[in-house]
């Protein structure tokens, strides 16, 4: 498993861009990965991609994370699109996560950070026809609220959670293009309308420490992620021992 750091030039055109566009940022950060005609799953799924955006407030800066099952080819970035650092900092660091999620045990304390999308769903009444509904997503607004949602996934995890503090994260409302939408006039003629719907995402970062309690669940959770919305930035759960 590969964790790429990328710190991001936000006077570049196509960095606002991304920012200001969930579905931009995730086709910019598919692009380092290759596309298989035959793959059953999504590309993302398939090489296990999961990524999130950190806003350092001490130097003002923008930082992309990015894991993956294999090592990314970033050459495909736009001309202008990572942030000149001055040698002050490597940019565009990818190091292999294995040998560090190998050292893990069941009972380590481990520090966390998660950008998060907690949700509940509603309307999933069953219907009249004695079908259960799906229901919809909506966000989770309280903290308390969402902290209960991080504990419940937690049971599911492999882990408890000993300390933790939500806060708002980077860029919570994002404008999702919808793709075209294609329909027949009245003369047989087929017409096509492209439409845009404004997403909002209850973006959350969690902070804390947690316990391992199942190696085995806990490992899955971390080359998975955690909750939805895992294509537009949210799920990636990084830990590292305290002090660190």
Not at 183 to 212: D, K, M, P
Request: with cysteine.
């Amino acid at each position: 498993m590969y964790l790429s750091r990328l710190i991001l030039n936000q006077a570049s055109r196509s960095v606002r861009r991304d920012l200001a566009d969930c579905h931009d940022m995730h086709r910019t950060v598919m692009r380092a990965f290759p596309e298989k005609a035959d793959l059953q799953r999504g590309v993302r799924s398939h090489h296990g991609v999961l990524y999130r955006l950190d806003l350092n407030t001490r130097k003002g800066s923008v930082v992309l994370y990015v894991q993956s099952q294999v090592k990314p080819d970033w050459s495909k970035l736009e001309a202008g699109y990572l942030s000149e650092t001055g040698g002050n900092s490597v940019n565009l660091a990818c190091k292999l996560l294995t040998d560090k999620y190998e050292q893990i045990t069941s009972g380590q304390v481990l520090r966390f950070r998660l950008r998060a999308n907690p949700t509940k769903k509603i309307e999933t009444k069953t219907g009249p026809d004695g079908r259960r509904r799906n229901g919809r997503r909506v966000d989770l607004r309280r903290e308390e609220d969402q902290i209960a949602w991080l504990h419940r996934k937690s049971m599911a995890g492999g882990f408890t959670l000993l300390t933790v503090r939500a806060v708002p994260a980077l860029a919570e409302v994002q404008v999702v293009p919808e793709p075209n939408v294609m329909s027949l006039s009245n003369s047989g003629q087929a017409t096509g309308q492209r439409r845009q719907q404004q997403l909002t995402f209850g973006a959350v970062s969690f902070e804390g420490h947690l316990c391992v309690t199942d190696l085995k669940l806990f490992k899955k959770i971390l080359a998975e992620g955690v909750g939805p919305g895992k294509a537009y930035g949210f799920g990636l759960l990084s830990v590292a021992p305290p002090g660190e």
